[in-house]
């Protein structure tokens, strides 16, 4: 069983930035491929970006390429999204994800096996 614990949501500004982290409990963190989704109010959920077990290969949503940074520290068991040039779009629930099975990210929400309980992100304009 692995647990994900998210933090660093919050209010800001349109252009200002947040790093949201995702402590996840578990030895094997090292082989988890792990991802961040989001979910708007009355939207469906939507990935963001995604990495692998080593943090070698990355994948992102055009929405948020070039804006975001998802990053990986095995030794603190923890993954990262770093969020530059916010914008009310972005606004959001923001969720962290598992994968156990698989070396490379996925986008699709259905291959993760575990989720955190999210964290809030609002900008506004």
């Known amino acids: 069983q692995v647990q994900l614990v998210e933090s660093g949501g919050g209010l800001v500004q349109a252009g200002g930035s947040l790093r949201l982290s995702c402590a996840a409990s578990?030895?094997?963190?090292?082989?988890?491929?792990m991802g961040w989704f989001r979910q708007a109010p009355g939207k469906d959920r939507e990935f963001v970006a995604g990495?692998?077990?080593?943090?070698?290969?990355?994948v992102y949503a055009a929405s948020v390429q070039g804006r975001f940074t998802i990053s990986k520290d095995n030794a603190k068991n923890t993954v990262y999204l770093t969020m530059n040039s916010l914008k009310p779009g972005d606004t959001a629930v923001y969720y962290c994800?598992?994968?156990?099975?698989?070396?490379?990210?996925?986008?699709?929400?259905?291959?993760?096996?575990?989720w955190g309980q999210g964290t809030q992100v609002t900008v506004s304009s």
């Open positions: 994800t598992a994968d156990p099975d698989s070396t490379l990210p996925s986008r699709e929400p259905d291959d993760y096996d575990y």
């Open positions: 578990g030895r094997a963190f090292s082989t988890y491929a």
């Open positions: 990495i692998s077990r080593a943090g070698t290969r990355i």
